[in-house]
């Protein structure tokens, strides 16, 4: 079992900035593959990012590239999205996830899940 837990959501002006970050514990953190989906209200659960298990490959959504960027540390076992230039439409809760094969984008392909973060962009 992996256990993740995200922090770092909040309330935000359009235009700002917020860290998401996520902590995993349970296994072996380097043997994932890591990514970031969203779900706003009445909305499917939408890929943002993710990184592979050495952070050497990375993946964004059309609407968060070039804004957001994914990070890990593998030494202690986190995952990071940094997000830049929010705008309302990014407002949903944000879910971290882990993945022993990696197929970025695939929700179904994950593994574990975190709780969940809220995040507000207000315009």
């Known amino acids: 079992q992996v256990q993740l837990i995200e922090t770092g959501g909040g309330l935000v002006q359009a235009g700002g900035s917020l860290r998401l970050s996520c902590a995993a514990s349970g296994r072996t953190f380097s043997n994932y593959h890591m990514g970031w989906f969203r779900q706003a209200p009445g909305k499917e659960r939408d890929f943002v990012a993710a990184?592979?298990?050495?952070?050497?490959?990375?993946v964004y959504a059309d609407t968060v590239k070039g804004r957001f960027t994914i990070s890990r540390d593998n030494a202690r076992s986190t995952v990071s999205l940094q997000m830049n230039s929010l705008k309302p439409e990014d407002t949903a809760v944000y879910y971290c996830a882990a993945q022993r094969y990696y197929r970025p984008t695939q929700s179904l392909m994950y593994d574990y899940w975190g709780q969940g973060t809220q995040v507000t962009v207000s315009s």
């Open positions: 990184i592979n298990w050495n952070g050497a490959n990375s």
